[in-house]
């Protein structure tokens, strides 16, 4: 497993993205692939400065350069068209560096969409450390569930969109080049987590799998990118909504459960402090080599700690 | 100890297994407050602490001056890594009692694990029957007995419904090398959770057996009126179920429910009895806690017993239930059952709604006449084949076939020592 699972994802998330700001005739580079779509594409031309000027609706660019490459890219896009560029996290031009050069040449910023969280060249895989081996196998595991692969592609669109640029591997500067009378106008951020996005993600969570994915999340992608928030918190809040079941009560149902709010959050409390203790156990196993049958008779009496700790942490909700 | 023994962790499911198989081999318990609990029941077991010698704490002791301080610095050196609640690292709500845990559990679990070992070098060990394989000290004398060669067999008790657990929990994996299910529905339980199918044998649960000669008997049993008997079951998860705060308000939630149901149920035929079955774990103040209840929700209970089940159910006719392995007892016993928000597979147990009104409606209409329906008998045939296979009353038996035959298998040299 080195993460491929993730890489199809967050591949298929940036042709969605891109999918998004085509307009014909667009001119993209590199080449466009499968997964875009019918595109006027300009040929085999990978360096912008050999596209003609103002020819194209939209401009695309996949790899994020200097500025004389962005300057280009904008000289080639028609005025009021649009131009998308993939600036990549850690690299440079970074995504306020690509906006930066893009108003200077010309644009208005309309919006930047961060995607790929645990990608390849993601900040989370940069600090993994040397755990990150068994981490993104780990990953790819549970993204053989479809249910799993469902919760991704959700997270991707609600929650790291929202996050700064800056926590993804990945992020989509979208602006308009100049020249209209009217002005373009920056997008206001997408309302995030809304009623639909609650029943949505609810609904996923009546999959084991799932909750051991958000297990995951929480314990391994949180604190590396020292993202705050707690979900178990979220769940028992968003539970509470009217309506918000409606799709849970369904799922829950065809797996024997019967829904009702904070289950879920229970259910994503077990799996926690399951992760947990299977942690505690493991490090114990790794101390001492030999005796692994020895560590494992401590799994239960574990597990009662780490769920009495996070009844702590939980602080009686 | 002049014949071979078998080692029991006894519970619920062993216990009748243990009735079956004392006659042939000698019984060994772990503890010797079992000793003296089977002592009155007639039965003569051995405590495994018998099997014990100098030689053993001494290498104990060295293990233990081993293991713990390499297992303590290793926790302290993960424990930022390994304790996080949202997003933040929280070592500190965790370190301290994972310390203590280690440092005062792990004599106890070494000492197991040698005692397994021990008695698997005795050749004096036939086999191991095991109630629960989760705790500590039963892993450990399953890991130590089992290198030596002794077959080890797991008979479940609890029914592990799909109603909280997210697929992880720890009674989802077999130590032992046979597990002993109930009926299909278990067997599906463990295989689900990867435990190889061709390691699973139905034999009807033991702890079931009684259940099958269960005749139905009139309220005055119970020294209640006549009129129609509806039970109603309390649960108790226990403080040490993750997210506790919310499992206690749940519980109470569930409770509370079935009681404005049943009072409704009381509305409408004020002939109708409600016995309260508390859970026998279930802490000394549940009684009053439940009693107070029933006093806001308008219900009437005639009686609230913590003990007398099988009066109880015998005399019902019908039992109103959180999630618990009563639901399955009762339908065994031949008393319809409502589960409170939970499904169990089979028609014999009702899912009730989570709601006074509709779970109040489902109650009253199953109370006369339901018990005694020819429908209801065939729910109950289809729904013990599911839960407890061959449904015969004979569960004990088949089990103790099984351990004998594994036990055939057991290395049977005498190595000279151990308990004699």
């Given at each position: 497993?080195?993460?491929?699972?993730?890489?199809?994802?967050?591949?298929?998330?940036?042709?969605?993205?891109?999918?998004?700001v085509?307009?014909?005739p667009?001119?993209?580079?590199?080449?466009?692939?499968?997964?875009?779509?019918?595109?006027?594409?300009?040929?085999?031309?990978s360096?912008?400065?050999?596209?003609?000027?103002?020819?194209?609706?939209?401009?695309?660019?996949?790899?994020?350069?200097?500025?004389?490459?962005?300057?280009?890219?904008?000289?080639?896009?028609?005025?009021?068209?649009?131009?998308?560029?993939?600036?990549?996290?850690?690299?440079?031009?970074d995504?306020?560096?690509?906006?930066?050069?893009?108003?200077?040449?010309?644009?208005?910023?309309?919006?930047?969409?961060?995607?790929?969280?645990?990608?390849?060249?993601?900040?989370?895989?940069?600090?993994?450390?040397?755990?990150?081996?068994?981490?993104?196998?780990?990953?790819?595991?549970?993204?053989?569930?479809?249910?799993?692969?469902?919760?991704?592609?959700?997270?991707?669109?609600?929650?790291?969109?929202?996050?700064?640029?800056?926590?993804?591997?990945?992020?989509?500067?979208?602006?308009h080049?100049?020249?209209?009378?009217?002005?373009?106008?920056?997008?206001p951020?997408?309302?995030?987590?809304?009623?639909?996005?609650v029943?949505?993600?609810?609904?996923?969570?009546?999959?084991?799998?799932?909750?051991?994915?958000?297990?995951?999340?929480?314990?391994?992608?949180?604190?590396?990118?020292?993202?705050?928030?707690?979900?178990?918190?979220?769940?028992?809040?968003?539970?509470?909504?009217?309506?918000?079941?409606?799709?849970?009560?369904?799922?829950?149902?065809?797996?024997?459960?019967?829904?009702?709010p904070?289950?879920?959050?229970?259910?994503?409390?077990?799996?926690?402090?399951?992760?947990?203790?299977?942690?505690?156990?493991?490090?114990?196993?790794?101390?001492?080599?030999?005796?692994?049958?020895?560590?494992?008779?401590?799994?239960?009496?574990?597990?009662?700690?780490?769920?009495?700790?996070?009844d702590?942490?939980?602080?009686?909700r | 100890?002049?014949?071979r023994?078998?080692?029991?962790?006894?519970?619920?499911?062993?216990?009748?297994?243990?009735?079956?198989?004392?006659?042939?081999?000698?019984?060994?318990?772990?503890?010797?407050?079992?000793?003296?609990?089977?002592?009155?029941?007639?039965?003569?077991?051995?405590p495994?602490?018998?099997?014990?010698?100098?030689?053993?704490?001494e290498?104990?002791?060295?293990?233990?001056?081993?293991?713990?301080?390499?297992?303590?610095?290793?926790?302290?050196?993960?424990?930022?890594?390994?304790?996080?609640?949202?997003?933040?690292?929280?070592?500190?709500?965790?370190?301290?009692?994972?310390?203590?845990?280690?440092?005062?559990?792990?004599?106890?679990?070494?000492?197991?694990?040698?005692?397994?070992?021990?008695?698997?070098?005795?050749?004096?060990?036939?086999?191991?029957?095991?109630?629960?394989?989760?705790?500590?000290?039963v892993?450990?004398?399953?890991?130590?007995?089992?290198?030596?060669g002794?077959?080890?067999?797991?008979?479940?008790?609890?029914?592990?419904?799909?109603?909280?657990?997210?697929?992880?929990?720890?009674?989802?994996?077999?130590?032992?090398?046979?597990?002993?299910?109930?009926?299909?529905?278990?067997?599906?339980w463990f295989?689900?959770?990867?435990?190889?199918?061709?390691?699973?044998?139905?034999?009807?649960?033991?702890?079931?057996?009684?259940?099958?000669?269960?005749?139905p008997?009139?309220?005055?049993?119970?020294?209640?009126?006549?009129?129609?008997?509806?039970?109603?079951?309390?649960?108790?998860?226990?403080?040490?179920?993750?997210?506790?705060?919310?499992?206690?308000?749940?519980?109470?939630?569930?409770?509370?429910?079935?009681?404005?149901?049943?009072?409704?149920?009381?509305?409408?035929?004020?002939?109708?009895?409600?016995?309260?079955?508390?859970?026998?774990?279930?802490?000394?103040?549940?009684?009053?806690?439940?009693?107070?209840?029933?006093?806001?929700?308008?219900?009437?209970?005639?009686?609230?017993?913590?003990?007398?089940?099988?009066?109880?159910?015998?005399?019902?006719?019908?039992?109103?239930?959180?999630?618990?392995?009563?639901?399955?007892?009762?339908?065994?016993?031949?008393?319809?059952?409502?589960?409170?928000?939970?499904?169990?597979?089979?028609?014999?147990?009702?899912?009730?709604?989570?709601?006074?009104?509709?779970?109040?409606?489902?109650?009253?209409?199953?109370?006369?006449?339901?018990k005694?329906?020819?429908?209801?008998?065939?729910?109950?045939?289809?729904?013990?084949?599911?839960?407890?296979?061959?449904?015969?009353?004979?569960?004990?038996?088949?089990?103790?076939?099984?351990?004998?035959?594994?036990?055939?298998?057991?290395?049977?040299?005498?190595?000279?020592?151990?308990?004699?």
């Amino acid at each position: 497993m080195d993460g491929r699972r993730w890489a199809r994802l967050a591949a298929r998330r940036e042709n969605e993205l891109l999918r998004a700001v085509l307009a014909a005739p667009a001119a993209v580079l590199p080449a466009a692939g499968p997964g875009l779509g019918a595109v006027a594409s300009p040929g085999v031309i990978s360096d912008p400065r050999d596209l003609p000027a103002g020819a194209f609706a939209a401009v695309v660019d996949r790899t994020a350069g200097d500025a004389a490459r962005l300057a280009a890219l904008v000289r080639a896009c028609r005025t009021g068209g649009t131009v998308a560029v993939v600036a990549r996290g850690g690299e440079s031009p970074d995504a306020t560096t690509v906006t930066t050069l893009l108003e200077a040449a010309g644009c208005d910023l309309v919006r930047v969409v961060p995607y790929d969280l645990l990608g390849a060249s993601s900040p989370w895989r940069g600090r993994l450390g040397p755990e990150a081996a068994a981490l993104v196998a780990e990953l790819d595991a549970q993204l053989a569930s479809p249910a799993v692969r469902a919760a991704a592609r959700l997270l991707e669109r609600e929650v790291v969109a929202a996050l700064p640029p800056a926590a993804a591997a990945r992020a989509l500067v979208v602006a308009h080049r100049r020249g209209t009378d009217q002005a373009a106008v920056r997008e206001p951020s997408p309302p995030r987590g809304g009623p639909a996005f609650v029943r949505r993600a609810l609904a996923l969570m009546q999959d084991d799998a799932v909750v051991r994915f958000a297990a995951f999340l929480a314990a391994e992608v949180q604190p590396v990118l020292g993202l705050a928030g707690d979900f178990a918190a979220w769940l028992l809040d968003a539970a509470s909504a009217d309506g918000s079941g409606a799709l849970a009560s369904g799922r829950a149902r065809a797996a024997g459960r019967s829904w009702y709010p904070g289950l879920d959050a229970r259910r994503f409390v077990e799996a926690a402090a399951h992760r947990m203790a299977r942690g505690v156990v493991g490090t114990l196993a790794a101390a001492t080599p030999g005796d692994a049958a020895l560590a494992d008779t401590f799994e239960y009496p574990v597990l009662q700690v780490c769920n009495a700790g996070l009844d702590v942490c939980l602080g009686g909700r | 100890m002049s014949v071979r023994g078998v080692f029991f962790s006894c519970g619920a499911t062993t216990i009748p297994v243990l009735r079956v198989l004392a006659a042939r081999f000698a019984v060994v318990v772990p503890f010797e407050s079992s000793v003296d609990a089977l002592a009155r029941q007639g039965v003569r077991a051995v405590p495994w602490t018998a099997f014990e010698t100098p030689d053993d704490h001494e290498q104990v002791a060295v293990a233990v001056a081993r293991i713990a301080p390499a297992w303590s610095a290793a926790l302290a050196h993960r424990a930022e890594r390994l304790c996080v609640w949202a997003g933040r690292r929280r070592a500190d709500a965790f370190l301290p009692a994972l310390d203590v845990l280690v440092r005062e559990r792990l004599p106890e679990h070494l000492r197991a694990v040698a005692l397994g070992r021990r008695m698997a070098a005795s050749g004096r060990l036939a086999a191991i029957v095991t109630h629960e394989d989760v705790t500590g000290l039963v892993r450990g004398f399953i890991a130590g007995a089992r290198a030596g060669g002794v077959p080890a067999v797991h008979v479940p008790h609890g029914v592990y419904s799909e109603e909280a657990v997210a697929g992880a929990d720890v009674h989802g994996a077999l130590r032992a090398d046979v597990l002993a299910v109930g009926g299909p529905v278990q067997r599906h339980w463990f295989a689900r959770r990867g435990v190889a199918p061709e390691r699973i044998v139905v034999t009807g649960n033991p702890c079931w057996d009684a259940w099958h000669r269960v005749r139905p008997a009139a309220p005055g049993a119970l020294g209640l009126p006549p009129g129609p008997v509806v039970a109603l079951a309390t649960s108790w998860w226990g403080g040490e179920s993750a997210h506790g705060a919310f499992v206690a308000a749940d519980q109470e939630r569930r409770t509370r429910i079935a009681l404005a149901a049943l009072a409704r149920v009381q509305a409408r035929r004020p002939d109708v009895r409600l016995v309260v079955k508390l859970h026998p774990s279930a802490p000394p103040a549940e009684g009053e806690r439940v009693a107070a209840w029933a006093r806001a929700a308008g219900a009437a209970p005639a009686l609230v017993t913590r003990d007398r089940l099988a009066e109880v159910l015998a005399a019902s006719a019908l039992l109103v239930t959180l999630p618990s392995t009563i639901a399955v007892e009762s339908v065994l016993a031949g008393t319809p059952a409502i589960a409170v928000g939970c499904r169990y597979a089979g028609e014999a147990v009702v899912e009730g709604p989570l709601e006074a009104e509709g779970l109040g409606t489902l109650a009253l209409g199953m109370v006369e006449g339901w018990k005694e329906s020819a429908e209801f008998a065939r729910r109950r045939r289809a729904f013990a084949a599911l839960w407890d296979g061959p449904a015969d009353g004979r569960a004990a038996t088949r089990v103790a076939t099984l351990v004998e035959a594994l036990a055939g298998t057991a290395r049977t040299e005498e190595a000279g020592h151990g308990a004699g």
